[in-house]
């Protein structure tokens, strides 16, 4: 694929990646888009939350202080309908190669979680590295740790990752006996050892990716990938960071999920039809626990909001320095999570409220005292609670194909282009992040064929920029449709409606009958109309298992 700059700056808002001036599936006229002012192709910032619930972020209506992506999101276009997949590798495989879990998903013998993101798939990096740019990233990686697979091999310049899915946020292996829990910089191992006495890792990421840009050629456009690791489990923090939220979750997950509605409300991020009415939390009421359960789900609590801070701080960081060298204007800024909340019950866990699926047994030798809850050698998480008072009002969480899985807050920032202030309810997946990215950058997916040498397979999403730049009124036509499966079940949307056949959390892995949501009406799953339409069902289900399974 050859690069020509000149042609990139003219067609840049005219859709070249997948939308022609007749865009067949919006039926928006975009030939009348202007051309930027500024001819420079735009630089990429993609940052990616660990496990942050969807109402984590002030903006989304937390009380956690944000005041960097907050500034970010108001000054952006907030997505309200963007859908991930329930876990984390799940979602990179989406992401990096824009096509459903199970096809993305190539076994491997001895790669961490038996997989890795298949050369069968261009990734972001790979493409936009081939169109000119260079290429970044500092966090969290999750798509493969052998040879051949890493950050390097997939088309990043630069890069300084935690290989695996989790890591401690401090110079200390996670879990001793499982050397794939390591650290990798431009294709070296990085031993704990060589990592500086004060390490931590929200802090260290950025570091490196500031270096990274800094050392960019000017007038090169770049891509920077920033999954950082935060807030996933473990909940740590520095020495002087512990404290920052102490007190502020003692009237516990009850009344912090009715608040964050409110706010959430408030900030207009609901979807219509948002209701806590018909909201059925799988927690133990707040009120049922002992005190000194209470103390050690909420001092839990107040380290993840700490963390969330600490991440806020570090995203300011790189924005400063955006602003600094004269580049900010001319970056596009994505934020999102990478699914809904946790619900680890790790070092909280008092045996009533543990669930299935909520991750790894806290390893031999951790200190989970109460007095070293964030510190280093503990290993503990914010508990079921805590957790479903960020994804209310959608069902369950992380782990789950409902919408409280799935559904990832996140922002557009490039005021050149995208417009300030609104809410967008559209219906997008991580699949539309790629071609996106492509259209932004003024080149394209090469579709199925050969590239850099090897055959990869076509993409299945779609370029949102039409809509994220106001010339399309949505994304996708109410004919397309998304699904996702997994060994617990599957799901699939189409346009309103979503059939779900995985159970509840701790139901087992087997499936339950399908069950019909209107999401335009009842974004929490409250209602199944599945038996009010039987011919819907079999239709959907028929083209799941077609497309999807």
Known sequence: ???????????????????????????????????????????????????????????????????????????????????????????????????????????????????????????????????????????????GEIEGYTPGARGFDRYFTALAGAASYFAEPLFPDVPAYRYEEDGRTVELTELPNDFYATEYFTDKMLGYLRSTEEDTPWFAYMPYTAPHWPLQLPEDWLDRYAGRYDAGYDELRERRFEQAAAARVLPPGASLEGFEPLAEPWANLSPDEQRRYSRAQEIYAGMIEYLDMSIGRVINYLEESKQLNNTVIVFTADHGASSGEHGVDTGRLKVPGGGPETP???????????????????????????????????????????????????????????????FMTMMDILPTFMEVAGTEHPGAGLFNGRQVNDIAGRSAWPHLTGNASTVHTPTKSAGWSGGSGGALIRGDYKIIDQPSPGGGMGTMPWRLYNLAVDPGETRDLAMENPELVTELVAEWEANWR
Not at 3 to 22: Q, V
Not at 43 to 72: H, Y
Not at 92 to 97: D, F, G
Request: charged share 15%; with cysteine.
């Open 1 to 143: 694929m050859k690069n020509n700059a000149g042609l990139i700056a003219t067609m840049l808002f005219i859709g070249i990646s997948g939308c022609s001036p007749d865009d067949s599936e919006t039926g928006q006229d975009l030939s009348s888009q202007a051309a930027p002012t500024d001819t420079r192709r735009p630089n990429i910032l993609f940052i990616v939350a660990d496990d942050i619930g969807f109402t984590d972020i002030g903006v989304f209506g937390s009380e956690i202080s944000t005041p960097n992506l907050d500034k970010l999101a108001y000054g952006g276009l907030r997505l309200n309908n963007l859908h991930a997949a329930p876990a984390c590798r799940d979602m990179r495989l989406m992401l990096m190669s824009s096509a459903g879990t199970s096809a993305a998903n190539h076994p491997m013998p001895g790669a961490f979680r038996n997989g890795v993101l298949s050369l069968n798939y261009a990734t972001i990096p790979e493409l936009l590295q081939d169109a000119g740019y260079a290429t970044y990233a500092a966090g969290k990686w999750d798509l």
């Open 364 to 426: 031999d030798g951790t200190d989970n005292s109460l007095e070293n809850f964030g510190r280093p050698g503990s290993f503990i998480d914010h508990g079921r609670g805590f957790g479903e008072a960020a994804t209310a009002p959608f069902k369950f969480q992380k782990s789950s194909l409902s919408e409280g899985g799935l559904r990832a807050a996140a922002f557009v920032h490039y005021p050149a282009a995208v417009a300030a202030g609104d809410v967008s309810n559209a």
